[in-house]
């Protein structure tokens, strides 16, 4: 019908137009017949009708069919892995009895490693000791002073050092153990196997490791059981003495800090005194308010008796004669009682140095009250500081002399029973599944690879 649509372009796309159908799609279909040997190159189909006449009866019914073809597709290819599986159902079978059974004998003489856990309690954390501590429990934020790190952290971080691994690895010869030419390198190794964790509850879990070697027999097994166990158990002894150094340290700075100003408060509270006596001498203060009262009382009295006398001088000098010797002796007194008043308000202007008298002058109460007032405070102020200072720099001693363990022990490390690892049950499957994926995914490529070839070899 159209012997040229296999090597002319325009008539395929005319061809393919009529089809409904791109001329890509159509090109595609003819290669296909080609490689099929359905068709012979095109050279040898010009002019032939009856096969062009077969490519495009071919291409019409692919193209009806395509539709139909669809819903079934998935269930032909399906039964076509059925049978590939099948097909090679002996070398899927070995391949993974065989993989699982190298797993096994593998799992079997590889290194075992076993793991002991040592647990801490949460530690009580402590505000601070001595005058530090106290301070940062004022209201007004204690004076600057930073809080703590939590006491859990800082057990970590010591846990962690350089100095506690060192101590380790030297204590249990770990580097003979570990078979490294320094201390360097079982540092490292030991890093690698030991595993500090803060839990949920606030305790502390310190968990440390040890193997074997290949082909281990009991022995080995019975000495990395002990040696994870003496890990463990080790860093917990070291974390009590390195915290517990730390902590006397510490305390002995705060005891040498307080000592100083406990020393410089007895000074200064000897001088508050000294001031406070000076003050009560030189003024003849024994008790201000008692004997402002007192002074005030005979103040009183004093113009009571004033008052009394000028009744009795006028009285008098409407009777008698200026110079009477009773009118005489009235006006003496009442000059004296006035006199008695004035130095009571004011600085005697004939003897301002007499200060013999126990009442203080009103003139001076203010201004004594306020210099009365700083001494007492000065000498509270130091006397309360004295006092909080001699608790302070008592407790800061018993706390430098404390020797008491810092780091409580919940769970002691023992020798594990059981190894941790190698997981023999789940190497045997992983081996076994990764064996098992391996071998479909080879079959099913080769048997691809082996129908291509088939095909190559019926379109020559």
């Not at 409904?20 to 040898?44: F, H, P, Q, V, W």
């Not at 009560?280 to 308010?289: D, R, T, W």
């Amino acid at each position: 019908m159209h012997p040229e649509i296999v090597g002319d372009r325009a008539t395929r796309e005319k061809v393919a137009q009529e089809q409904g159908i791109s001329e890509k799609t159509l090109r595609n279909r003819i290669a296909d017949l080609k490689r099929y040997g359905m068709i012979e190159s095109s050279s040898s189909v010009r002019g032939n009708n009856k096969e062009s006449r077969v490519v495009v009866d071919r291409i019409r019914f692919r193209k009806e069919t395509d539709v139909v073809s669809m819903s079934g597709a998935q269930e032909v290819n399906l039964l076509d892995y059925v049978e590939v599986l099948v097909k090679w159902r002996k070398l899927i079978v070995t391949n993974f009895f065989v993989v699982s059974l190298l797993a096994a004998v593998l799992s079997l003489i590889m290194a075992k490693t076993y793991q002991s856990t040592a647990v801490l309690m949460p530690p009580i954390s402590q505000s601070g000791i001595g005058m530090l501590g106290v301070l940062s429990n004022l209201p007004f934020g204690g004076l600057g002073i930073g809080g703590e790190a939590p006491e859990s952290q800082t057990f970590i971080a010591i846990l962690k050092s350089r100095t506690v691994m060192e101590t380790v690895v030297n204590a249990l010869n770990l580097i003979e153990i570990y078979d490294v030419e320094n201390i360097e390198e079982a540092v490292k190794n030991l890093r690698k196997n030991v595993d500090f964790e803060i839990e949920d509850e606030g305790t502390i879990r310190i968990t440390a490791s040890a193997r074997t070697g290949w082909l281990s027999n009991e022995d080995e097994g019975n000495n990395a059981r002990q040696l994870a166990s003496n890990i463990a158990n080790y860093f917990v002894s070291e974390l009590d003495k390195v915290n517990k150094e730390l902590k006397i340290e510490q305390a002995k700075f705060q005891r040498l800090f307080i000592e100083k100003r406990y020393k410089d408060n007895i000074e200064d509270l000897k001088e508050a005194e000294e001031n406070f006596k000076a003050f009560q001498e030189e003024k003849n203060m024994i008790a201000l308010p008692e004997q402002t009262r007192v002074a005030i009382e005979a103040a009183a009295t004093i113009k009571a008796q004033i008052l009394v006398n000028e009744v009795k001088l006028g009285v008098m000098t409407s009777t008698l004669s200026p110079n009477h010797p009773e009118v005489e002796r009235i006006r003496m007194e009442l000059g004296e009682l006035q006199s008695q008043l004035r130095n009571m308000n004011y600085v005697s202007t004939v003897n301002p140095s007499n200060r013999d008298n126990l009442f203080p002058l009103f003139s001076e109460v203010p201004d004594l009250g306020i210099q009365l007032v700083r001494l007492q405070r000065e000498v509270e102020i130091q006397n309360t500081l004295f006092t909080f200072l001699t608790q302070q720099y008592e407790e800061a001693k018993i706390q430098e002399a404390k020797d008491t363990p810092t780091v409580q022990v919940l769970d002691e490390a023992t020798p594990p029973v059981r190894k941790s690892a190698p997981k023999r049950i789940l190497i045997v499957l992983i081996s076994g599944v990764v064996a098992l994926f391996l071998s479909v995914l080879f079959v099913f490529f080769w048997d691809y690879w082996d129908d291509v070839v088939k095909n190559r070899r019926l379109a020559t």
